[in-house]
């Protein structure tokens, strides 16, 4: 074998490995791209905003934290549903802007890629039904979400109505405000037995 085939071969071998690179790297990417291109579209705001997209419009009021909260039994005098971390309650308005819709989607999305889904514990009190948002109409809602105390600060609720297509789809983005001192704040203010349909201890 002269010098010149074992340079073609070697070159071949090279262009072999770079295109094989460039496929698993592209290979890699592709999914990445497709996830970020079928999450819906996100509008931010802060407490206190409207945030308001094509589908619907949402406004923060109220965050709250709770250590525990009012059990659904009225019966006897069944304890308080407690927790080892926390609840955080988030208090809001809603309207949508075209026909009537509810918001299916709700998380709570912290600092290093946690998401904590909406809901009581079974046998806490809930805030009543999931209302279906009319036009031009705000009503008033709200979501609680059980959490580790120290997950509290840098908190942002993303809502949306959900659906088959997510690409189609809009959602809220709104930052609560939580900073380090306002996470010691509500875990020290946090109460006992809070009713969520009434709003309070």
């Given at each position: 074998?002269?010098?010149?085939?074992?340079?073609?071969?070697?070159?071949?071998?090279?262009?072999?490995?770079?295109?094989?690179?460039?496929?698993?790297?592209?290979?890699?990417?592709?999914?990445?791209?497709?996830?970020?291109?079928?999450?819906?579209?996100?509008?931010?705001?802060?407490?206190?905003?409207?945030?308001?997209?094509r589908d619907f419009?949402?406004?923060?009021?109220?965050?709250?934290?709770?250590?525990?909260?009012?059990?659904?039994?009225?019966?006897?005098?069944?304890?308080?549903?407690?927790?080892?971390?926390?609840?955080?309650?988030?208090?809001?308005?809603?309207?949508?802007?075209?026909?009537?819709?509810?918001?299916?989607?709700?998380?709570?999305?912290?600092?290093?890629?946690?998401?904590?889904?909406?809901?009581?514990?079974?046998g806490a009190t809930?805030?009543?039904?999931?209302?279906?948002?009319?036009?031009?109409?705000?009503?008033?809602?709200?979501?609680?979400?059980?959490?580790?105390?120290?997950?509290?600060?840098?908190?942002?609720?993303?809502?949306?109505?959900?659906?088959?297509?997510?690409?189609?789809?809009?959602?809220?983005?709104?930052?609560?405000?939580?900073?380090?001192?306002?996470?010691?704040?509500?875990?020290?203010?946090?109460?006992?037995?809070?009713?969520?349909?009434?709003?309070?201890?």
């Amino acid at each position: 074998m002269n010098v010149r085939q074992v340079l073609l071969k070697g070159g071949a071998g090279l262009g072999g490995a770079v295109l094989l690179a460039g496929a698993m790297w592209l290979h890699s990417l592709i999914p990445e791209l497709r996830a970020t291109e079928l999450d819906p579209i996100r509008d931010g705001g802060e407490v206190g905003e409207e945030v308001r997209n094509r589908d619907f419009s949402v406004r923060v009021e109220k965050v709250e934290a709770a250590r525990s909260l009012a059990p659904s039994l009225s019966l006897g005098d069944p304890p308080p549903v407690g927790t080892e971390g926390i609840y955080l309650v988030v208090r809001f308005k809603a309207t949508s802007h075209r026909e009537p819709l509810e918001l299916r989607t709700a998380q709570l999305e912290t600092p290093g890629g946690y998401v904590y889904r909406e809901g009581p514990r079974p046998g806490a009190t809930s805030a009543g039904a999931r209302p279906t948002f009319q036009p031009l109409i705000w009503t008033s809602a709200a979501y609680v979400f059980e959490l580790p105390k120290q997950r509290l600060e840098g908190a942002h609720l993303v809502v949306g109505p959900g659906g088959l297509l997510p690409q189609l789809s809009a959602e809220a983005d709104i930052d609560l405000g939580i900073t380090r001192e306002r996470a010691n704040e509500l875990v020290q203010g946090a109460a006992q037995g809070y009713d969520l349909k009434a709003g309070t201890p």
